[in-house]
């Protein structure tokens, strides 16, 4: 079974950094996209930073700049480094991984990890 675990999330200053992780345990024969979403509280969760096979990137307008999505397939690990944090960077922050894992021609559904606090004060 395909397990995603996240860690890095702590409170920090406005304007400081951190470095999310997300390791990956279990098999996937497909993958379709990976990347970071985050939920805070009151308003829907939203994608981040997405990262696609070839290491194309797509970036939130709200993140474009600050925000930086890689992995290391080595390691069976994805991060994202977040530079210049604003308060309204304050969030749950999940892993996803979208991707088959019967088989490389089967259905894609979505793995998420258990999430990591960020928070960011003023």
């Known amino acids: 079974q395909v397990q995603l675990v996240e860690s890095g999330g702590t409170l920090v200053q406005a304007g400081g950094s951190l470095r999310l992780s997300c390791a990956r345990s279990g098999t996937i024969f497909r993958t379709e996209s990976m990347g970071w979403y985050r939920q805070a509280p009151g308003k829907q969760r939203e994608s981040v930073a997405i990262?696609?096979?070839?290491?194309?990137?797509v970036y939130a307008d709200s993140v474009k700049g600050r925000f930086t999505i890689s992995r290391d397939n080595a390691k069976n690990t994805m991060y994202l480094q977040m530079d210049a944090l604003k308060p309204e960077d304050t969030a749950v922050y999940y892993c996803?991984?979208?991707?088959?894992?019967?088989?490389?021609?089967?259905?894609?559904?979505?793995?998420w990890g258990q999430g990591t606090q960020v928070t960011v004060s003023s």
């Open positions: 996803n991984v979208r991707g088959a894992t019967i088989a490389s021609w089967g259905p894609a559904r979505d793995y």
């Open positions: 990262i696609n096979t070839g290491g194309f990137t």
